[in-house]
């Protein structure tokens, strides 16, 4: 039988890298349906640049995740299309460098419903459909366990998103689904592009390696998690010994 995938957030970023790991180990008749947000232009040049004989396995959806009628829709289309689901990434998230006391309710909220909301609701619509031994993996961070300056409220959607990945591990017992979670520190994507050399100074100083991750280190260990048949309730931490010194 055919592997049915979701990445949600998958055009960018360590979705993307994900997104290129499942094809890069796909069979043929393998789908994959990445959500996207708003940018329609990026999102089709990623497919665009995927080698061609993936071209056709993925199938791209915008879905605004903020949004919970906009995820019902992304859910419902799952369903239309595919009669099962095997591996379920809910990868999407945001934050905001605001300062605590600058936050406004509505960015507070726009931010717990993308990180935490969203996903909760996500997993419970595509429930029905997902196989007996399948696998959710949420993007957790390591900012949910360590507490960073930069986001308090980044820190607290993704604590509880660690939360919520043991806490499902019970309620999909009897369907043998496992749930896990990646917890990343500093990894190189475009939500970094801005920064200054000196802050890249400063945090490779708090980093044992004393360097970013790489987006396929980071994919490398969420195939692996989604492929073990034994791991699960896991947060699995991977930022290179941040603040261990």
């Not at 239309?80 to 934050?95: E, F, M, P, R, T």
């Not at 994507?189 to 400063?202: A, K, V």
Request: aromatic residues 12%; charged residues 20%.
């Amino acid at each position: 039988m055919s592997r049915i995938s979701v990445v949600t957030g998958g055009t960018s970023g360590i979705g993307r890298g994900i997104v290129e790991k499942i094809l890069e180990h796909s069979d043929d008749d393998d789908k994959l349906f990445v959500s996207y947000g708003h940018h329609r232009e990026k999102a089709e040049a990623f497919l665009k640049n995927l080698p061609e004989q993936h071209q056709k396995k993925v199938i791209l959806l915008q879905a605004d995740m903020s949004c919970y009628e906009a995820m019902m829709d992304f859910a419902g289309e799952i369903r239309k299309q595919a009669g099962h689901l095997d591996w379920l990434i809910n990868n999407v998230g945001i934050s905001t460098y605001a300062k605590y006391e600058d936050y406004t309710f509505e960015e507070w909220t726009k931010i717990v419903n993308t990180n935490l909301s969203i996903p909760v609701f996500l997993v419970k619509e595509l429930r029905p459909i997902m196989t007996e031994g399948g696998s959710i993996l949420f993007t957790g961070s390591y900012a949910g366990q360590q507490a960073y300056s930069s986001s308090l409220v980044y820190g607290v959607t993704k604590a509880a998103i660690h939360f919520l990945t043991k806490s499902l591990v019970k309620e999909f017992e009897p369907k043998g689904i496992k749930v896990n979670a990646i917890a990343p520190g500093f990894i190189q994507t475009p939500w970094h592009e801005n920064r200054t050399p000196q802050s890249y100074e400063r945090i490779n100083r708090k980093i044992a390696l004393h360097r970013f991750g790489e987006v396929s280190e980071v994919a490398d260990m969420a195939y692996a998690i989604l492929t073990n048949g034994y791991m699960n309730g896991s947060i699995v931490d991977i930022h290179g010994g941040y603040d261990y010194f």
